[in-house]
């Protein structure tokens, strides 16, 4: 009988010795901490690893926390539980969908996303009693301010501003918790049905109207270079026509500068040749210019009449001064050109004359040589 008690009794200070070291030691994993009460008072934080803990007067202090789940049928769903053990890492909040209205007063559903990390677990277990819960209704409240400053347009548009804005204000607003927000996203913005079909008819006409805008400004652009081809090809063709008229002046120029000292080169020949006689050089000219001037006016086929210059007599004159020089002695000159002029007598031919009819009174030939009247060829 006394072996049975005495094999009770140490059964029973074993199974109690079993129990003290089950609850006196406390493993905590890597990224996790413990906070230990004892009689209900703040005693210390564990670290990871092994740690050992009087089992009667030490206590952890449990935390709320939020859990993602995914059920039967594939849909997820968030549980909240008490759990001891506080987690470290960055962990991440995706809220349900809310009804946010815009400054433009539209309704539109928006999805967040929340990044958090808690950097001091003594301020998140006694500054808060149900953090997870906190944080939710605090980003939707302070998701809901900062939208409802803008409008649906800018809202669009405007993701880093409103996640910058969002992260700023709930950071500042969980520091006292002990919470680190790293960041805020807005995972989805849901405008009505109405409010997408009237975006995306604006949208179409705003494609529709650069579509037009760039065929324009290319219509524009193809106008103004060929303008300006057609500006620079008259140009061009202009400086060409100015270069050849240019060219042909100069070309002109030269030749009578040419002609011009051929003439005075024969002037110079002439009289040279004709001070030898005592002729006159300038009424030779005269008439060899008279002579010419003939020929031009009987050269057409239907000339008939042939109109003589006001100064017949001159024209007589001049061929008689020919006449003269031609049938005068040679005397010697000085001169010593190449050749000089022929002194054989030549026999010109009679020149017709006609009075003009009108005009003062006109002077006649001399009656030393008259002339005999042109014949007259009927054509």
Known sequence: MTSWIT?????????????????????????????????????????????????????????????????????????TSLKPQIDLRETVYDFPKQNVITRDNVVTEINALLYFQITDPVRAVYEIANLPNAIEKLTQTTLRNVLGEMDLDEMLTSRDTINSKLRIILDEATDKWGVKVNRVELQDINPPEDIRDAMEKQMRAERDRRAVILVAEGNKKSSILEAEGSKEAEINKAEGEKRALILAAEGEAEALMRTTQAEANAIDLLSRALSSTGGDPTGYIIALRYIDALKEMVSGVNTRTVFLPYEATGILGALGGIKDLLSSEPKPSPYTGPSSPPTTKRNLPPVPAKTASTGPSTPTAPPARPLPPPKQEDR
Do not use: H
Not at 19 to 33: C, L
Not at 58 to 64: E, V, W, Y
């Open 7 to 79: 094999i009770a009794i140490l059964c029973g200070i074993s199974l109690f010795f079993i129990i003290i070291v089950s609850k006196g030691v406390k493993i905590v994993r890597q990224a996790e901490t413990m906070i230990v009460e004892r009689l209900g008072k703040y005693s210390r934080t564990l670290e990871s690893g092994v740690n050992i803990i009087w089992p009667i007067i030490d206590k952890p202090r449990q935390i709320m926390w939020m859990y993602v789940r995914e059920g039967i049928g594939g849909k997820t769903g968030v549980v």
